[in-house]
């Protein structure tokens, strides 16, 4: 940000948390410093979303014209931003909601607010100690890639849930692997709860990837040893029978209904367990109760995290690492059976001998150049990471499908006022499913997100958001997810990514079918009044309200929705007309190499797609060890 820019996006949060109740002021003398801190993280974010926002302050401070947003008293800028949040016109909402998400970032990380709020994010297990680790921690000096050649028999790229899942098949079954991971290592002992922090650290684009499109749809992913898995809510759902025989069905993968073996195998390498009802939280506890006065199918989730009574620090990394995340549990595994795990090495291009893959090359966090030779290639570098390797190069374009059919399970949030204290803080963050709605494709979870990535969404600016902002621990949330019909592309455009994704007709219906669902859930809990994602809906009361969200008519760009499950985008097919790879998981076009993430699903899995492109992994690693001999 210029100089100006600064100075517009300081007076924009003057004004979103003026001085005065029991909040900070967000600046000044006394209050919490936020467009500074803010203006640092926006310079590691990418070019794009930076010069919207750079735009997005240059217009603010145009308003209300003939005056200047900047030359207005403070109140009457407060005003003007709650008028522009609810204006008719929504590139005026959608300007207030970007500048708002990161003023309410900037602020509410600070701690005197979280505890003025209430709502501190921690980890906790009921005797107060980490759960002891299932298998020693990895080595973070062995970590470090060599400027060099290395040699084995499978190199992987990527170290989130497919690729540590593949390595540690391969390494047990005796072959010398070599996993590239381009993120850093990070565990108990660095994270920073401060997501100013955390999210450069552990996220692609410091977690500002996003969509283009209607609407533009943020899709976070994990750039870390461990991948997405590090920053992942730890939900463990086994993929629905349906959806594996359309795979079988559809796109000749014989042996998708056979993956029983391979999900007991995951299931028990990171210790899922079902979550105990008693100890999950008022916010499960109000989902639970919602659904089952509708008389609506729900249960407790199962999760990866074992002994854990309350967590909140899932997005940021779980602070006693004791969610089974691939850093802490395959990785370690695999390395323990001998696999070298390199970190900070970016995988740039697939090398190709004699019409074979035969190693990638890769680029060094210190800009040095790592090379390492194999006789199989195994990517796995995630649904935006292992397209944009191919693209970049002009591989495994045959079929015309790369970079194609990108799914993102779009997911909203639906909060709720209620009149007791709810501390969806002091439990586990994702902790409740509805699945009364499953047939249409239709998830609620009870999802306790933390003050810090949902503070933005209280209505308002000026006194009226503080006091709403006070009154989150009062306030119960479900995540809305739908498994996803419309498709997304990605394509690359001057060496970046670019990622198109507009939600169809029939997914904005079955999100408003969502949002009604999670409010008469809420309703039926007692809420008092209901948050939905929706245009200029900003709140829900009981009684016929959440039947007109049904049928009301919105502009696909009044859905506030996000993707945290971005899939399919080289995709699996047997015939290598329909799809970019194998059921093998080799690619048709190029042998010896392989994809093992979640960018081969041929379809949505509906669910959670963790614990699946786990066991999917492992079934074409196993494969490819048998190959190899
Ligand atoms: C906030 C959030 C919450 C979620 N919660 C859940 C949940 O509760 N349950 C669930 O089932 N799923 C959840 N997910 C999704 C789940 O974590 C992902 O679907 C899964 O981790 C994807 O696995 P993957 O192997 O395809 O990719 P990833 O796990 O993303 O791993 C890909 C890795 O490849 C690396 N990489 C990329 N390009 C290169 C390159 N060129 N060279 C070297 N390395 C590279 C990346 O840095 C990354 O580490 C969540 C996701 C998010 C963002």
């Known amino acids: ?123 906790r297990t009921e005797s107060g100690a980490a759960p002891a680790r299932a298998v020693p921690p990895l080595d973070p000096v062995a970590l470090v890639p060599p400027e060099d050649v290395e040699r084995c028999d499978v190199v992987v790229v990527g170290s989130g849930a497919g690729g540590a899942s593949a390595a540690r098949v391969l390494a047990e079954r005796g072959l010398s692997v070599i996993v590239v991971e381009s993120g850093d290592y990070h565990d108990a002992s660095t994270y920073s709860r401060d997501p100013l922090e955390a999210l450069p650290r552990l996220y692609r684009d410091g977690g500002l990837t996003v969509c283009e499109g209607r609407p533009a749809i943020p899709l976070p992913v994990g750039h870390c040893v461990g991948g997405t898995t590090v920053v992942n809510s730890g939900t463990c759902l086994r993929p629905p029978d349906d959806v594996l025989a359309r795979w079988r069905s559809e796109f000749g993968i014989a042996w998708a209904g056979e993956l029983e073996r391979e999900l007991e195998e995951v299931e028990r390498a990171l210790s899922v367990t079902r979550l105990d009802a008693a100890s999950a939280g008022r916010n499960a506890e109000l989902a639970r109760l919602g659904a089952e006065r509708l008389g609506a199918s729900n249960a407790p989730l199962c999760r990866n995290a074992r002994e854990v009574v309350c967590c909140g620090t899932c997005p940021t ?52 150049r790592y090379e390492v030779r194999a006789r199989a290639v195994v990517l796995a570098a995630g649904a935006l990471g292992t397209p944009e390797l191919l693209m970049g190069q002009g591989l495994c374009g045959s079929s015309g499908h790369l970079g194609r059919h990108l799914r993102i399970h779009p997911a909203c949030w639906v909060g709720a006022l209620f009149d007791e204290e709810v501390d969806a803080s002091d439990g586990v963050m994702q902790s409740w499913l509805v ?23 209280m209505r308002g600016a000026g006194p009226a958001f503080k006091e709403r902002l006070e009154r989150w621990g009062r306030v119960a949330m479900l995540g809305v997810h739908i498994s996803d019909r419309s498709e997304g592309r990605l394509r690359l455009s001057g060496g970046r990514l670019r990622i198109r ?72 097919a047997a015939d290598p007309r329909a799809g970019v790879v194998a059921p093998t998981g080799e690619t048709h076009d190029l042998p010896g190499l392989y994809v093992a993430d979640a960018s081969l699903f041929p379809t949505s899995t509906r669910v959670n797609p963790m614990v699946t492109i786990c066991a999917v992994a492992r079934r074409i690693a196993g494969g490819l060890a048998d190959r190899l001999g």
């Open 317 to 368: 990394g779980c602070e006693l690492d004791a969610k089974q995340a691939m850093h802490v549990s395959e990785l370690p595994r695999a390395a323990a059976a001998g696999a070298r795990i390199r970190a900070g090495a970016r995988a740039r291009r697939v090398i190709v001998e004699r019409g074979a893959a035969a190693g990638v090359e890769c680029r060094t966090r210190w800009g040095g």
């Open 1 to 123: 940000m210029s100089a100006r820019e600064l100075a517009i996006f300081r007076a924009f949060c003057e004004a979103l948390a003026p001085a005065g109740g029991r909040l900070p002021a967000a600046e000044g003398a006394d209050g919490v410093s936020v467009a500074e801190p803010v203006s640092e993280y926006v310079a590691c974010i990418p070019p794009q979303p930076r010069a919207l926002l750079r735009v997005a302050l240059r217009a603010l401070d145009l308003t209300p014209f003939p005056r200047r947003f900047t030359a207005l008293p403070l109140e009457r800028r407060s005003a003007w931003i709650e008028r522009l949040e609810q204006s008719r016109l929504r590139p005026f909402r959608d300007l207030v909601l970007g500048l708002k998400t990161l003023a309410s970032l900037g602020y509410t990380r600070d701690p005197s607010v979280q505890e003025a709020v209430g709502s501190v994010p921690a980890c």
């Open 501 to 572: 994704y507009s939600l169809s007709r029939p997914d904005r219906d079955a999100l408003r079918f969502g949002i009604a669902r999670a409010a008469d859930v809420h309703f039926a809990a007692g809420a008092r009044e209901v948050y939905p994602q929706l245009g200029r809906v900003a709140v829900l009361l009981p009684g016929e309200q959440a039947a007109l969200v049904e049928r009301g008519r919105f502009a696909a760009g009044d859905y506030r929705v996000e993707g945290f499950h971005p899939l399919g985008s080289a995709r699996m």
């Open 435 to 457: 699945d009364e709605w499953a047939e249409r494709g239709v998830l609620l979870e009870a999802t306790a997100t933390p003050l810090t990535f949902g503070g933005h969404w």
